[in-house]
């Protein structure tokens, strides 16, 4: 492999690491903190979909539920 072909390869494989970490961080971050789910409503909305999609495709249901009353119980 050329040098120029072998920079390309790293820098693409420490971007894809570095995308993975930070999709890990964000997701384990909001599946451990409803107040961090509730500032993600506001700011990312569509972030916080895909989360609840992909948690209740795994079998866990009733986050967002939890989510929406709390949320209303607190105004």
């Known amino acids: 492999m050329e040098p120029l072909a072998k920079k390309i ?4 494989l420490v971007a894809e690491l570095v995308g993975i970490f930070g999709t890990y961080c964000l997701f384990n971050k909001m599946n451990t903190s409803q107040d961090f789910r509730q500032t993600m ?3 990312f ?5 895909v989360y ?3 948690v209740e ?5 009733g ?4 989510d929406q009353e709390k949320w209303l119980n607190s105004k």
């Open 63 to 66: 986050i967002r539920i939890q």
């Open 57 to 61: 495709h795994s079998g866990m249901y």
């Open 45 to 49: 909305p569509f972030i916080l979909e």
């Open 41 to 43: 409503s506001k700011k």
């Open 9 to 12: 390869f790293k820098g693409v």
């Open 52 to 54: 609840y999609k992909s």
